[in-house]
Nanobody
Framework: QVQLVESGGGLVQPGGSLRLSCAAS????????RGWYRQVPGKQRELVAI???????NYADSVKGRFTISSDNAKNTVYLQMNGLKPEDTAVYYC?????????WGQGTQVTVSS
């Protein structure tokens, strides 16, 4: 089975930066979209950013201009560069990979923005 392993989360002050990585244990067949979601306790999981295999990118309005999603397909890895972090960005961040048949999820990595 495919495993998605996330890293890069942690505690950062407002205005700081973090870079999240999500590495797949092996190549995945028929990928359509890769992306990042986030979730806070008691709230629904929400989309942060997605990138298709064709290069189309979409961001949530709340992160536009601050976050950048990218992928290195040869390394089976997707990244989320987060700049200008705000306390409201605090959440568990989840990596996802969608194929025509199966959606895979990472275990989540905690991002806490606080002074």
């Amino acid at each position: 089975q495919v495993q998605l392993v996330e890293s890069g989360g942690g505690l950062v002050q407002p205005g700081g930066s973090l870079r999240l990585s999500c590495a797949a244990s092996r190549s995945i067949f028929s990928i359509y979209v890769r992306g990042w979601y986030r979730q806070v306790p008691g709230k629904q999981r929400e989309l942060v950013a997605i990138i298709t295999t064709g290069g189309s990118i979409n961001y949530a309005d709340s992160v536009k201009g601050r976050f950048t999603i990218s992928s290195d397909n040869a390394k089976n890895t997707v990244y989320l560069q987060m700049n200008g972090l705000k306390p409201e960005d605090t959440a568990v961040y989840y990596c996802t990979v969608q194929t025509t048949a199966i959606q895979y999820w990472g275990q989540g990595t905690q991002v806490t923005v606080s002074s």
